[in-house]
């Protein structure tokens, strides 16, 4: 099963400071391999018109009926899966990480998880600016992101 995230209204490659908030340059965001917070996939600068990722899963049939999502992508145990969404900067050629957004399978409804796991494709789509103009972060549930079969 592929599952897709499709980003958009991304804050900015800069974030001024603010309470609470220091500050960063060279804003990028990607995702993290599970296991490995080094690890990122395809970091995206903060000022794209969008971002997206592909993530191979695999979907398997629970005794309780439901379907855990599992993949090289995906952190978590099977009550609580979730994709995180890191936001960087770049400190020469290492990306320091300074927030993370985390996008919570759980929170997907049971139909959409059953209609994703016959069509093959699992989609999120959401925003990745928050009220205060900086990047999103914590958890990520509806109505923040829209979950949706392929």
Request: charged letters at 25%; glycine letters at 14%; proline letters at 7%.
């Amino acid at each position: 099963m592929e599952l897709r995230i499709e980003a958009t209204d991304l804050p900015g490659r800069e974030c001024g400071t603010g309470p609470g908030f220091p500050g960063y340059r060279d804003i990028h965001v990607a995702v993290q391999r599970r296991g490995r917070p080094a690890e990122l996939l395809d970091p995206t600068p903060g000022d794209a018109a969008g971002a997206g990722w592909s993530l191979e899963c695999e979907a398997k049939r629970l005794p309780d009926g439901g379907v855990d999502i599992t993949g090289r992508y995906v952190q978590g145990g099977p009550a609580g899966r979730f994709v995180y969404l890191n936001w960087v900067t770049r400190d020469g050629e290492a990306w320091t990480l300074f927030r993370r957004a985390k996008l919570l399978l759980a929170a997907v409804d049971r139909a959409t998880v059953e209609e994703a796991v016959g069509t093959g494709l699992l989609v999120a789509r959401l925003g990745l600016t928050d009220a205060k103009g900086h990047p999103l972060c914590a958890a990520v549930r509806p109505p923040v992101v829209t979950w949706s079969a392929g």
